[in-house]
C-alpha cells in the first residue's frame, strides 16, 4: 500500500541485513516515523506498547525478534527463553503462537551455526506469505461488494462498516478486513467505509482513516455508538471486521465493541462478515470464552494524545479526576451472529463445519 505515493510495508529489514525497520503506529495519524529494531527486547516493547499491532504484524515482528535474538545466543536455551519472553507481550491474538512456532520449527534442528541464517530467511517466508494470504483474503471479499455494487444505481458506493484497524497498517501489507475494500476501489467500484473511531486507542480514527485516505478511498470517521443508528437507516450494505482469534467452532474474538456491531447487525439484516488469515484460527479452543481477554492500563481509557493547533503532540486527562477506569481491549462474538467468515481460501460458515471445508487438514 501507499503513504504520499511511496509504496510501505509494515515491517522490512533494513540495508545491513539484520537490524528491522517498522512504521511506529503510536506516532500515526499525526507523524510518520519508523523506528530500528536491533534486539528481542526492543522488538518485545514493539509488541507490548502497539509500536505494532494487528494480529498478523505482531506476529512478523516476533518472528524477526527472534531472530535478533538469535544473533546473541542460537542456543536452545536461549532460544526457549526468547520465545516464552515474545509469547507473553500480547495474550489474546493467536497469531504470536502460532509464528513463534513456525520459527521454532525451522531452526530447532540445526547446528547453532546455521541457525541465524535459517530464522531470517523464514521470517522473510512468513512475511511474504502474509503478503500473499492477505491478497487472497481480498479477492474472495471482493466478490461481496460487486454484488452489492451491482444492485445499486450507477457511482452509488457500496457502504462497509469497520471496526478497529485490520487494514495493511495490522498485517505485512493489505490488510484482512480492508483487502476487499483496497481491490474494489482499484477496480473501479465506488466504494465508501464507515470508520468506528475504536476507543479507547482510537485505532479507527488514527490508522483505519489514515491508510484509507492515503490510498484514496472515501471514508467517513463515526464515533463507536453511531454505527446501529446508521444500519437502522440503511447506510450500512456490509459489516467487515478483522479478528484477533477464531476458534474452532467459529467464534471471533476481536477489538472492543465488535459484539455490539454485531448484534446491531443481526437486528437489522446487515451482513457481518469476519476477515481472517489461516494464522488466526485456534483449533486447540472450542469455545470464545476461555480466550484470555488482555486487560491494559486504565490510562488508554481516562487520557487520550492529540495534536494541538501548534502542531505540538500532547496527551490529556478527559475523565472525572479520581475517577478509576476499566480496559478490556478484546471482546467474543459468537459465531451464530457472524454471516461468514472470509479466508484466503474462500468464505465459509462461521462453524466447525465451514472452518474445516476449507481446511480439511485440521479435520
Not at 509464528?99 to 522473510?124: D, H, I, T, W
Not at 467500484?189 to 480514527?205: F, K, L, S
Amino acid at each position: 500500500m501507499k503513504i504520499n505515493g511511496k509504496s510501505y510495508r509494515t515491517i522490512w529489514l533494513n540495508d545491513d541485513g539484520w537490524s528491522v525497520e517498522i512504521i511506529d503506529q503510536t506516532r500515526l495519524p499525526h507523524e510518520f516515523v519508523t523506528a530500528r529494531l536491533t534486539t528481542i527486547e526492543e522488538a518485545a516493547v514493539a509488541i507490548k506498547t502497539m509500536q505494532v499491532r494487528g494480529a498478523p504484524l505482531i506476529g512478523a515482528t516476533a518472528a524477526y525478534g527472534l531472530c535478533l535474538a538469535l544473533r546473541e545466543d542460537a542456543s536452545d536455551e536461549a532460544m526457549d527463553a526468547a520465545i516464552d519472553h515474545l509469547n507473553a507481550q500480547r495474550p489474546t491474538a493467536v497469531n504470536l503462537r502460532w509464528a513463534l512456532g513456525e520459527m521454532r520449527k525451522s531452526v530447532q534442528n540445526l547446528p547453532r551455526e546455521e541457525r541465524v541464517a535459517a530464522a531470517y530467511a523464514r521470517a522473510a517466508q512468513l512475511c511474504d506469505g502474509d503478503v500473499e494470504t492477505c491478497r487472497m483474503i481480498g479477492v474472495h471479499g471482493l466478490k461481496l461488494i460487486e454484488d452489492i455494487a451491482a444492485k445499486k444505481a450507477p457511482g452509488e458506493p457500496v457502504n462497509v462498516l469497520t471496526h478497529c484497524n485490520a487494514g495493511w497498517i495490522a498485517c505485512v501489507d493489505w490488510g484482512t478486513a480492508t483487502s476487499p475494500v483496497y481491490q474494489a476501489h482499484d477496480k473501479g467500484i465506488a466504494v465508501h467505509v464507515w470508520v468506528d473511531e475504536t476507543r479507547p486507542r482510537n485505532q479507527g480514527a488514527s490508522l483505519t482513516a489514515f491508510e484509507l485516505g492515503s490510498h484514496g478511498i472515501p471514508h467517513t470517521i463515526i464515533v463507536d455508538n453511531a454505527g446501529g443508528h446508521l444500519m437502522q437507516h440503511g447506510r450500512v450494505d456490509l459489516v467487515i471486521v478483522g479478528t484477533d482469534r477464531v476458534t474452532a467452532t467459529g467464534d471471533v474474538c476481536n477489538k472492543i465493541g465488535t459484539y455490539l456491531k454485531a448484534l446491531a447487525a443481526n437486528d437489522t439484516g446487515v451482513p457481518f462478515y469476519v476477515a481472517l488469515p489461516h494464522s488466526t484460527i485456534d483449533w486447540t479452543i472450542e469455545d470464545g470464552f476461555s480466550i484470555p481477554i488482555e486487560e491494559r492500563s486504565s490510562d488508554e481509557v481516562l487520557k487520550m494524545p492529540g495534536r494541538l493547533p501548534d502542531g505540538t503532540i500532547v496527551t490529556v486527562e478527559i475523565a472525572a479526576p479520581g475517577s478509576g477506569a476499566g480496559n478490556p481491549a478484546f471482546d467474543v462474538t459468537p459465531a451464530r451472529l457472524v454471516t461468514g467468515l472470509i479466508t484466503e481460501r474462500g468464505i465459509c460458515e462461521a462453524s466447525r463445519e465451514g472452518l474445516k471445508s476449507l481446511y480439511p487438514e485440521n479435520a
